[in-house]
């Protein structure tokens, strides 16, 4: 796990090459686990928010604008692949980014999603609890 956090800014097909067959299917466990500590998408590397918290040795309720900019484009990369058409609940939202269900980080996204949706770039959908529109494709965040 620690060389994940130490090569984040290495493309994962760079970090396999590096592995021998035993370490690459570790990663590969790791990276596929039910909690895993990473996201790998378009050969990029996403600490979940829970593995730089514990990198920087401090919990805030409040992201950072640079998290802030890490999670516009993953999110809104992740909301158009595979027929989602734009659309996340809260619950997939915080499970990507590595949350729990606890009163204090489903408030923390749900602030983060109601900035979002004051600057346009998501909607909250009427017709499903807890369920949002990504407004801005991918393409556009960068």
Not at 10 to 34: F, M, N, Q
């Amino acid at each position: 796990m620690l060389a994940f956090v130490l090569w984040k800014d290495k493309a994962w097909s760079a970090i396999e090459d590096t592995l021998d067959e035993h370490y690459r299917g570790v990663a590969k466990k790791i990276k596929e686990s039910k909690y895993p500590p990473i996201v790998v998408y378009d050969d990029k590397i996403y600490l979940k928010r829970w593995i730089r918290v514990a990198m920087d040795g401090a919990l805030t309720k409040k992201f950072t604008e640079s998290e802030e900019l890490e999670l516009k484009a993953f999110l809104s990369h992740i909301a158009f692949i595979s027929n989602r058409n734009g659309f996340m609940t809260s619950e997939e939202i915080r499970q990507l980014i590595g949350m729990q269900n606890s009163q204090s980080e489903t408030a923390q996204v749900s602030r983060l999603l109601t900035k979002w949706s004051k600057e346009s770039f998501v909607e909250k959908v009427e017709r499903k609890r807890g369920e949002w529109r990504f407004l801005v494709s991918p393409q556009k965040t960068e």
